[in-house]
T-cell receptor, first 113, second 114 residues
Framework: EAQVTQNPRYLITVTGKKLTVTCSQN?????MSWYRQDPGLGLRQIYY???????DKGDVPEGYKVSRKEKRNFPLILESPSPNQTSLYFC????????????FGPGTRLTVL | AQSVAQPEDQVNVAEGNPLTVKCTYS??????LFWYVQYPNRGLQFLLK??????LVKGSYGFEAEFNKSQTSFHLKKPSALVSDSALYFC????????????FGKGTMLLVSP
């Protein structure tokens, strides 16, 4: 089944404790991205990657890191999480053409205490 | 910069009635437009998209959307609403003139009453 997977689905952590949210897609998509969803703000892009070893900042990159060492994986790293990073996070992927549909993972609900 | 506006936080409609969820956009060139739906505790699911061609686009679950270039709108419609259509709907735009990011509106909650 073609899909985008994320792990963990739920995470409660404390301020300053490094964490990684994994994202993997099995559709051979070149483009991958991370979004956060907050009430009243919709989805905002954190980082995106056009292909392996090519990443760039989205609208809200502060406090986040990403890497793209393999085509299928695009982990999101929070080196020192803070409470304002409590949010619902989505990974997404698509082929490289701009008209292509973007497919989303199931989401990771992160709470930083 | 590209942007999307969904002017209604919530739309209420009775089952069997037609529904419309509004979306307007702003881009520098010809837009690529998308609608997604999010059910509770689920990810976003693709409904339909407009790239080029016919202004009326048909998508999943009986939804359709009409692209209106003069009004810069892309409203989502369905002739007869179902209770199971109750969900959060997002409109999104991508400017094809070299900017690859998909920009989302804030979302509209659709509530269909029995």
């Amino acid at each position: 089944e073609a899909q985008v997977t994320q792990n963990p689905r739920y995470l409660i952590t404390v301020t300053g404790k490094k964490l990684t949210v994994t994202c993997s897609q099995n559709m051979n998509h070149e483009y991958m991205s991370w979004y956060r969803q907050d009430p009243g703000l919709g989805l905002r892009q954190i980082y995106y990657s056009m292909n392996v070893e090519v990443t760039d900042k989205g609208d809200v990159p502060e406090g986040y890191k990403v890497s793209r060492k393999e085509k299928r994986n695009f982990p999101l790293i929070l080196e020192s999480p803070s409470p304002n990073q409590t949010s619902l996070y989505f990974c997404a992927s698509r082929y490289s053409q701009l008209g292509d549909t973007q497919y989303f993972g199931p989401g990771t609900r992160l709470t930083v205490l | 910069a590209q942007s999307v506006a969904q002017p209604e936080d919530q739309v209420n409609v009775a089952e069997g009635n037609p529904l419309t969820v509004k979306c307007t956009y702003s881009v520098s060139g010809n837009p690529y437009l998308f609608w997604y739906v999010q059910y509770p505790n689920r990810g976003l699911q693709f409904l339909l998209k407009y790239i080029t061609g016919d202004n009326l686009v048909k998508g999943s679950y009986g939804f359709e959307a009409e692209f209106n270039k003069s009004q810069t709108s892309f409203h989502l419609k369905k002739p007869s609403a179902l209770v199971s259509d109750s969900a959060l709907y997002f409109c999104a735009v991508r400017d094809p003139s070299g900017y690859s990011t998909l920009t989302f509106g804030k979302g509209t909650m659709l509530l269909v009453s029995p």
